[in-house]
């Protein structure tokens, strides 16, 4: 199978590409490099020795998008690209729905015209807004708190829409939960440009001495220590749901949330940080981020008896494979 892979020099990007490269399918990557950058491909070939066909374009360019789909034979795609920081949506709207939105608009008219009809796309929990009981499933009411997850529903929205007016269409969307961790190598991992907005990446900052001290955003939510929770999953294992994704014998229009299922708290997941990379990580409460929800987990159980996904690697693996990818990023920028 030969695979487009939008954003794939991204941060969930980079990892499914090596589960599709060591499964034997073909990559062709576009990505305008935005907020990844081009040394993740040299990386993903130390990894699994092939390194993808790649075109810096931006796909809001639609003649651009669409030379690729001239010139290159393609089966599916896998459409990560996109602005994601919800924050900057905030202070810039705009920026966003154009983005997200003409991004996807000018791939999917590329697949229409180009016969191409398998598509992946990446939907996030944040389309479930501040869900009214626990576990999440697929079924709950949809409804968003920010520009960056609008534009999330509304492109769900256009697919559902294509795909009832072409139902050749194959579309899987899949809603992720917290991705965090990294590659075992510590190859290739999350590496935000400017200071980080998630939890992960800026507790190893604060790890590293790169930030004094973490911020945990309010201890008077309604959870086990008063802190948010959430569902984090690791990297690898969601990469890995892309190409059960794919390889699904099912066909037409589906949806799964993709996480764990096991909710850990803020200060749950900086005590087992501590504890596995045997480094102390500073912290103070203080009030409460705009926005913020209580508790944010799923129901895994319509990905496992439909995708057979399940989950190999536990918070602990997700503690050290982040902090194991962020020390090795240091050593390469000191050198
Ligand atoms: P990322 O920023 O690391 O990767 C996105 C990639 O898309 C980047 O490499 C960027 O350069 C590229 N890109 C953005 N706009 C583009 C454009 N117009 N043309 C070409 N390339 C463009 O983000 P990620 O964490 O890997 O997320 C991938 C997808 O998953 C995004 O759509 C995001 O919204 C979604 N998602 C992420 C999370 C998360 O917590 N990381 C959670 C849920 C959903
Ligand atoms: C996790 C917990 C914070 C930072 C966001 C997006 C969502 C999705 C994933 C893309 C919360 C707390 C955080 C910090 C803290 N992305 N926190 N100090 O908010 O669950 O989800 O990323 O789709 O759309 O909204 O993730 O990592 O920002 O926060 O205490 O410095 O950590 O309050 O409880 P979130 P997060």
């Known amino acids: 199978m030969r695979v487009l892979v939008t954003g794939g020099c991204g941060y969930i990007g980079s990892h499914t590409i090596v589960e599709l490269l060591n499964s034997n399918m073909e990559v062709i990557v576009v990505d305008n490099l935005v907020n990844s950058s081009l040394d993740v491909l040299d990386n993903i070939k130390k990894i699994t020795g092939k390194k993808p066909t790649f075109y810096e374009y931006d796909m ?68 479930y807004g501040n869900p009214t009981h626990l576990p999440v499933t697929e ?32 579309i899987t969307i899949l809603r992720y939960f917290n991705p965090i961790g990294a590659h075992k190598s510590g190859l290739i991992g999350e590496n935000p440009k400017g200071i980080p907005n998630n939890l992960m990446p800026y507790l190893v900052n604060v790890a590293l001495g790169k930030s004094e001290v973490l911020n945990i955003y309010g201890n008077d939510y309604k959870t086990i220590d008063g802190t948010g929770v959430r569902d984090y999953i690791h990297v690898c294992d969601l990469a890995y749901g892309h190409l059960l994704a794919l390889k699904n014998s099912k066909s037409g229009f589906k949806i799964y949330n993709l996480g764990t299922g096991k909710p850990t708290s803020v200060l749950e997941l900086v005590k087992m940080f501590e504890k596995v990379n ?19 987990y799923t129901s895994p159980a319509k990905a496992f008896k439909e995708l057979n996904f399940t989950c190999r690697y536990t918070l602990s693996d997700m503690c050290l494979d982040s902090y194991n990818f962020a020390k090795k990023s240091i050593d390469k920028e000191s050198r």
């Open 60 to 127: 809001c360019d639609k003649e651009k998008l669409r030379s690729i789909f001239q010139k290159e034979k393609i089966d599916a795609v896998i459409h990560f690209a996109g602005l994601k920081a919800v924050s900057e949506s905030v202070s810039k709207p705009l920026l966003y729905y154009k983005n997200n939105l003409f991004s996807t608009i000018n791939l999917l008219e590329c697949m229409e015209e180009f016969n191409v009809y398998k598509l992946v796309f990446s939907s996030s929990a944040t389309v």
């Open 139 to 170: 079924d709950f009411p949809l409804k968003t708190t920010n520009p960056y997850g609008t534009t999330k529903l509304m492109i769900e929205n256009i697919l559902v829409d294509l795909y009832k007016a072409n139902s050749k269409f194959d």
């Open 278 to 296: 045997k480094v102390p990580v500073k912290y103070q409460i203080t009030n409460r981020r705009a926005g913020d929800i209580d508790a944010c």
